[in-house]
């Protein structure tokens, strides 16, 4: 293949892939709009998701073999956003104490009026998927845990990693417990649950032994 054939060849496949890319946008962003339309009283059909993005049944099943694989896609995408967004709210703080209460403020953030009625929805979705459907667990907590490591280390943990999951999950754990309650953490919420992580994360303790 020469210079110029190659050279044509790789623009029509970036082409093709950019606007593929697109169409996946539209298709979760579409997708969490009727979800969070819907809210937990039914699940969308394709044909409702299809319609709401303005593509066709073709450009759904080119990238997502069933509506579970797109709700699948949607945790998986909303752990990402959920995740740049902690990691960007606690670059601003410069003490591994500030950043710990950021990153609690930042992931409880999903249960405020705003968003937590979308969250609540996914959610509920989520839990008609199966192990087949999911290329891994589906929760944020892994990602969420990997943003503490850092400060955790700065604290003192001897074990970041293992003390960075725990509180992960616990904090994750709590969201959820806002969420389906319906109750909007506040700040004294959010400064307790921080003491708990910093607590976590520097005196470190053990069980007594007989």
Request: aromatic share 4%; net charge negative.
């Amino acid at each position: 293949m020469n210079d110029v054939v190659a050279r044509i060849a790789q623009r029509s496949v970036a082409k093709r892939e950019s606007g593929y890319a697109d169409e996946v946008r539209r298709l979760l962003d579409a997708a969490l709009q009727v979800i969070g339309e819907r809210g937990t009283t039914s699940r969308p059909r394709v044909a409702d998701i299809v319609r709401a993005s303005g593509l066709s049944n073709d450009a759904f099943y080119r990238h997502f073999a069933s509506k579970d694989t797109l709700v699948a896609a949607i945790l998986e995408d909303g752990t990402h956003r959920l995740t740049a967004y902690v990691a960007h709210q606690m670059s601003k703080e410069s003490t591994p104490e500030a950043q710990v209460c950021s990153w609690v403020s930042g992931v409880l953030s999903q249960a405020s009026e705003d968003s937590a009625a979308t969250t609540r929805a996914v959610l509920w979705n989520a839990g008609a998927l199966t192990s087949d459907t999911l290329d891994g667990p589906p929760s944020a907590s892994g990602p969420l845990a990997a943003l503490l490591r850092e400060p955790f280390t700065e604290l003192g943990s001897p074990e970041p990693d293992v003390d960075a999951s725990l509180a992960a999950h616990a904090i994750v754990g709590a969201l959820s417990d806002h969420l389906w309650k319906g109750t909007v953490p506040g700040d004294v919420d959010v400064e307790r649950i921080a003491a708990f992580c910093l607590r976590t994360a520097s005196r470190p303790g053990a069980c007594p032994s007989e």
